[in-house]
């Protein structure tokens, strides 16, 4: 293995100091590759933090273009960047935030054409989208291919996470918890959201998607919610559903 440079150990010390990760944790992390689907609010806070921390390479999907009403709650963005592609801007952001990470932008909508393509050859996939339906694709994907998934949702003051898989034998996956009826549900532009909030999810997942790399035990089959009115998080425990058509 080559030895890392010296700016590099200097950036990592804090991990390297911790006894759950240390050298051969963050050497994982290094050569993690991982797939965020999304480079928006969760994607912003997502990207950044899983970048800073090391990850070997990044692959983000996004089709959309930087909009005004994105700068509220997407800090990676600024004014001179709208009408410009997410994953351009993110790209340029995120090298500035870690050279050492490999960025791959993928500047298309993700649909049933093209998701297998991209969950087959990564370690770890974070959704981070804003609609039922490119959801369940990618959780339906995840589940053909054995791979973790770390699935966010933020919408008005309410957050939501929760890590599945790899191995869906025994545990839930996406569509144990949410059904079909959800597809109709409105995303953040006609609910609304409240700014932090998907910085605070994004977080969540950024953490479980390290832990995941760094080999770090961690809760699988549990949602945790956010309530952004209290500050307050609660677990709920998924159980896997025996009439589940993605999983059972």
Do not use: W
């Not at 480079?39 to 692959?59: D, I, M, Q, S, T």
């Not at 049933?112 to 959801?135: Q, Y």
């Amino acid at each position: 293995m080559t030895e890392p440079a010296p700016a590099r150990l200097t950036r990592e010390a804090r991990h390297l100091a911790l006894p759950q990760v240390g050298a051969d944790g963050q050497a994982r992390i290094a050569a993690g590759k991982v797939l965020l689907i999304g480079a928006g609010g969760l994607g912003n806070a997502v990207a950044a933090y899983v970048a800073a921390a090391g990850v070997g390479e990044l692959v983000v999907a996004d089709f959309d273009r930087v909009d005004e009403s994105n700068l509220g709650r997407q800090f990676l963005f600024g004014p001179a960047d709208i009408g410009q592609r997410k994953v351009e801007v993110l790209a340029r952001r995120l090298a500035e935030i870690n050279p050492d990470v490999r960025f791959s932008q993928v500047p298309i909508r993700i649909d049933a054409t093209n998701v297998d393509e991209l969950v087959a050859t990564t370690d770890i996939v974070l959704d981070g989208s804003d609609n039922f339906r490119t959801r369940f694709v990618v959780a339906d994907a995840c589940v053909r291919h054995g791979k973790a998934l770390v699935a966010g949702s933020a919408i008005r003051l309410e957050g939501q996470v929760a890590t599945f898989g790899p191995d869906y034998s025994e545990s839930p996956c996406y569509r144990c918890v949410y059904s079909e009826a959800d597809e109709s549900l409105e995303d953040c532009a006609g609910n609304g959201v409240f700014s932090p909030v998907p910085g605070v999810v994004g977080t969540l997942m950024a953490v479980d998607a390290l832990k995941l790399l760094a080999g770090l035990p961690l809760q699988r089959g549990h949602l945790t919610l956010f309530d952004g009115i209290s500050s307050e998080f609660r677990s709920v425990r998924v159980k896997k559903s025996a009439d589940c058509r993605a999983c059972s």
